[in-house]
């Protein structure tokens, strides 16, 4: 008897270390490296080799995982040799699954991130060059400016899926009630000085002791990141290096952009509790009629706007808490300073990685292949309709004509004029030098930010602590001095 | 001669119940060589490299010389020091002060209160951070804020501000999870013997002479089992700064572990992460090292 306890624990104790060697086994075969070898078949004939091509993919559109099958069926059909395989993944865990994949040296073929992620794969060596594998069929199908959003250094590393505008958005009653013009500022923009009367304008104390704000952006955290980038642009930095490759952020610009950040909370027209609103807190602000203007704002925002309307219409009671029916109005980013309006254009698209191994031309072709199928025709159409996102190849544009689309015309114009003004991708900077950018971003920017908009230091006092970190990086030739 | 002294132990050896033995810690073992040990020691090659998925290349102790550089790597031990100050002895004298005052209810009370004590530990980190995001609301609105408005306190940014962002965190920690140590000392408090307290009663003690005389000496091994693991965790708190601040406003809630976090996860600096959460586990060894010098010098196991 004793005997047989023996072995029946032994049994288990076995059964238990297999299974956890099991799962480990089987982490290591997923990912790009196996996929990296299509199996090839008999050399007399012609037949194409079999592949499998892995994406890992969030939630673009409220529709698009749901669409997953579909996807993966069409594709099939276009090519019986290939095999899509989509992996769903959460926005929250996008991030953190693709980088876990990537440091283990076995990310998927193809994943949807910002363009703005390359350097930081390319910088590990992770991402596939796809340059020589793209047709000209491919590349002629895409608008020129977002495609070069996905080229880095010389290689092309995947292809756009849309280019939005980060804008800002207003209630359209309120933005009356204050005698703005939206219909002309949509046109021909406006100056910070004009933006700034507006917002003073759109502050409104309610009788219950309330106050509806003329302006509220979320800058909670990393938004806060967003909040400067999109006002710099419009300030004389377009980006972080000038064209003799220069840190821009050091310039009396930026002084200047920071005095007016602390200035428009200072007034009243912000929150003083800026520094804490994030971007869900914003945007129930603006449904429930606390601000007149909200950003960053985009084009998805119309649509989610339009739904609540139509629930508050309809009596259902699944409608944001305490909101009132608002019409969205896009707005263009003020121009500070007398500098040109650059629009704030972001580019996410399918970029295409590496693993350990060295990929054949053969999966390159077939990862070419199927990022182009996810980024055009009818599967960009749809997507980008769902996001009331502007369509950026010609595929897609056709594919669309069929497909009807609830949006203000103004809306549409407006931002397609700011579209019109996306300056090209910088694909010149490199990587390293970006890489200590981000890292100045993460390091000194935001946490100084956060603590300017919560009124704990002066802009003096961020702009002495980013250019000194700025020289220590750079060097005092490596920073524009005005 | 020799040869023939040699064969019997092996199979002695071979033979006995040590083999079982061996072979049943053998999962424990694996599991703890593949989980813990391996990367360690990976951890350890790590630190010295820069570390990169195709190849990495080796850089000798520049990580460990720039995390010692590194203004923000003091600051964040500094914060993880202070919240750990201020988190572990109030953790302690809450739980401590709750298991007394379970203890003399009827078995089926106490039950229902250890019960209700242990529900925060197993609801998710995330649930229960959401929930106090909601109350630091910084808005006029916000929960916290209606409270302090009652004294006629101006609403408080409590995330958003360098003033109140750590206390925040603080506070969220003395009104969380204690189901774990309450617990614990309520099993310590079951072990004293009645004669011990029966004594006391005869010579007239009062309520606090017996806590002070009786329960505190007893309690000693397991204050100083919860203090030592309640600074190990501590040391090691990520999750609410990362949930709820981010590290911010400037860092004022930026914890070693964030920091080793943010190094390894947003900017690939394996390295270097591996560098600090080696001296961040020396930290912790010296530390838990001069709590059993000095605290466990009379306490029986």
């Known amino acids: ?482 | 001669m020799i040869q023939t002294v040699k064969t019997p132990t092996k199979k002695r050896k071979i033979k006995g119940d040590s083999v079982w033995g061996y072979t049943f810690i053998a999962v424990a073992l694996l599991v703890f060589a593949m989980f813990t040990a391996y990367p360690v020691v990976s951890a350890f090659i790590i630190s010295f490299q820069e570390y990169k998925p195709l190849g990495s290349t080796f850089v000798g102790i520049e990580n460990y010389k720039e995390t010692f550089a590194s203004e923000l790597f003091w600051k964040s031990i500094k914060n993880t020091v202070v919240y750990t100050v201020l988190t572990v002895p109030v953790a302690l004298f809450l739980s401590f002060a709750v298991a007394i005052m379970i203890i003399p209810f009827k078995k089926w009370l106490q039950t229902t209160f250890k019960a209700v004590y242990y529900l925060p530990a197993v609801a998710s980190g995330v649930a229960l951070s959401v929930v106090w995001l909601w109350i630091y609301d910084p808005m006029k609105t916000g929960i916290f804020n209606r409270v302090i408005s009652i004294f006629g306190i101006e609403n408080q940014n409590w995330l958003g501000s360098s003033a109140t962002a750590m206390l925040s965190l603080v506070i969220m920690s003395w009104l969380s999870s204690h189901g774990t140590s309450i617990i614990i000392y309520l099993a310590a408090l079951l072990g004293i013997d009645n004669s011990y307290y029966e004594a006391a009663e005869l010579d007239g003690a009062n309520f606090f002479q017996k806590l002070w005389y009786i329960v505190v000496p007893f309690l000693k091994p397991t204050t100083l089992f919860l203090l030592v693991t309640g600074v190990i965790g501590s040391f090691q708190v990520f999750q609410n700064a990362y949930l709820m601040t981010g590290g911010g406003p400037d860092h004022a809630t930026t914890m070693v572990g964030l920091l080793i976090f943010n190094n390894a996860f947003t900017y690939f600096e394996f390295g270097q992460a591996s560098a600090q959460s080696l001296v961040l586990a020396l930290i912790i060894a010296v530390i838990s090292l001069i709590q059993f010098k000095f605290l466990g010098n009379d306490v029986e196991y």
């Open chain 1, 1 to 482: 008897m004793k005997k047989r306890l023996h072995v029946l624990a032994l049994i288990m104790a076995v059964t238990m270390a297999l299974t956890t060697l099991a799962a480990c086994g089987s982490s290591n075969n997923n990912g790009g490296s196996a996929t990296n070898n299509p199996s090839s078949t008999n050399s007399g004939t012609k037949e194409p080799a079999k592949d499998t091509i892995t994406a890992l993919l969030p939630p673009v559109s409220g529709n698009f995982q749901s669409n997953f099958e579909q996807m993966e069926k069409d594709f099939n059909e276009l090519y019986p040799h290939l095999t899509l395989k989509i992996e769903p993944a959460s926005w929250e865990d996008m991030t953190q699954k693709l980088d876990t994949q990537v440091n283990a040296g076995s990310p998927p073929d193809i994943a949807f991130i910002g363009s703005g992620g390359i350097s930081k794969y390319l910088q590990q060596g992770m991402l596939m060059d796809i340059k020589d594998v793209v047709t000209d069929e491919m590349k002629n199908d895409f608008d020129q400016i977002p495609y070069d959003y996905m080229a880095y250094e010389g290689g092309q590393y995947g292809f756009p899926a849309y280019m939005e505008v980060h804008a800002l958005g207003g209630n359209k009653q309120f933005l009356e009630d204050a005698g703005i013009d939206w219909k002309g500022v949509q046109e021909n923009g406006w100056t910070y000085d004009e933006f700034r009367k507006a917002i003073q304008a759109g502050v409104v104390k309610n009788a219950d002791g309330s106050t509806r704000y003329g302006f509220v952006f979320a800058t909670a955290g990393v938004a806060s990141k967003d909040y400067l980038g999109i006002l710099a642009k419009s300030a004389g930095m377009p980006y972080y290096f000038d064209q003799d490759m220069k840190y821009t952020y050091t310039s009396q610009n930026f002084l200047n952009l920071l005095t007016a950040v602390r200035d428009m909370i200072d007034d009243g027209s912000m929150p003083k509790e800026l520094s804490s609103v994030d971007a869900g807190k914003r945007w129930n602000m603006f449904l429930t009629g606390q601000t007149m203007i909200t950003g960053k704002g985009l084009a998805t925002f119309e649509n989610s706007a339009n739904l609540n309307n139509a629930k508050i219409k309809a009596n259902d009671g699944s409608a944001v808490a305490g909101s009132i029916e608002a019409e969205y109005i896009v707005l263009p980013v003020p121009a500070f300073f007398g500098n040109d309006f650059v629009p704030n254009t972001v580019v996410d698209g399918y970029v295409t990685f590496r693993g350990k191994k060295e990929p054949t031309q053969e999966h390159k072709e077939n990862v070419a292949k199927a990022a182009y199928f996810l980024a055009s025709g009818k599967v960009a159409a749809q997507t980008n309709n769902d996001l009331f996102s502007a369509h950026i190849t010609a595929s897609a544009k056709e594919a669309a004509k069929s497909m009807e689309v609830n949006r203000m015309p103004e809306n549409v114009v407006a931002v397609e004029n700011m579209l019109a003004q996306a300056v090209p991708n910088r694909t010149d900077i490199p990587v390293d030098k970006a890489a200590a950018a981000i890292k100045i971003e993460t390091e000194v920017i935001v946490p100084k930010l956060q603590a300017l908009l919560a009124n704990e230091i002066t802009p003096q006092d961020m702009y002495d602590a980013v250019k000194a970190a700025a020289i220590k990086t750079f060097g005092e030739d490596g920073i524009v001095v005005d």
